[in-house]
Nanobody, 122 residues
Framework: VQLQASGGGSVQPGGSLRLSCAAS????????VGWFRQAPGKEREFVAA????????YYADSVEGRFTISRDNAKNTVYLQMNSLKAEDTAVYYC????????????????WGQGTLVTVSS
């Protein structure tokens, strides 16, 4: 499984961005997919995850109500819609995948894409 994250950029506080995670492989629809982020000088942290069907989602408290994770299995893509962005959302965002149940631990994901940078600044 190969993952490609895209959609990062610079935005003002209160703005929105949508990240995409495109996956290769015929088993994408079997994968749980998560988004993680790493701010400068900080550890990588969980942001959101979605199960294989899209029927179950899980969010970090810090993004609950502002971010929405979704997927389109026909397009082998998972999205992260980010609204009401704050300066503290600035980070490199990574998508990850695994054949497991919904999870928030980095060690529970075997496949990782490269990151995409999100900068929230006025």
């Amino acid at each position: 499984v190969q993952l490609q994250a895209s959609g990062g950029g610079s935005v003002q506080p209160g703005g929105s961005l949508r990240l995409s995670c495109a996956a290769s492989g015929r088993t994408f629809s079997s994968l749980t997919v998560g988004w993680f982020r790493q701010a400068p000088g900080k550890e990588r942290e969980f942001v959101a995850a979605i199960d294989w069907s899209g029927g179950s989602t899980y969010y970090a408290d810090s993004v609950e109500g502002r971010f929405t994770i979704s997927r389109d299995n026909a397009k082998n893509t998972v999205y992260l819609q980010m609204n009401s962005l704050k300066a503290e959302d600035t980070a490199v965002y990574y998508c990850a995948a695994d054949y497991s149940l919904l999870a928030d631990g980095l060690h529970e994901y075997d496949y990782w894409g490269q990151g995409t940078l999100v900068t929230v600044s006025s």
